[in-house]
């Protein structure tokens, strides 16, 4: 019984796995987009823009090293 319950799931577990990879970068986008409106909302959109330059700045320097 286990080894036929296995043979029915592997092919749903196949094609689940590139749906919850981009489901899980959805859900990242959204935390972010929902993060930063909620600091715009408290500091200001100055922050906001500051703080992605910042992560901007972070970025491109770490991939000149």
């Known amino acids: ?12 577990i196949a094609m689940l796995t590139p749906f919850s990879f981009f ?3 959805v859900m990242y986008i ?3 987009t929902f ?3 909620q600091c715009a909302r408290e ?10 330059w910042v992560f901007a ?8 090293k």
Do not use: E, K
């Open 1 to 12: 019984m286990p080894v036929l319950f296995n043979f029915h799931l592997t092919p749903l």
């Open 23 to 25: 489901l899980m970068i």
């Open 30 to 32: 959204y935390l972010l």
């Open 35 to 37: 993060a930063y409106i």
């Open 43 to 52: 500091q200001g959109l100055g922050a906001v823009i500051n703080s992605i």
């Open 57 to 64: 700045t972070v970025l491109t320097q770490s991939s000149y």
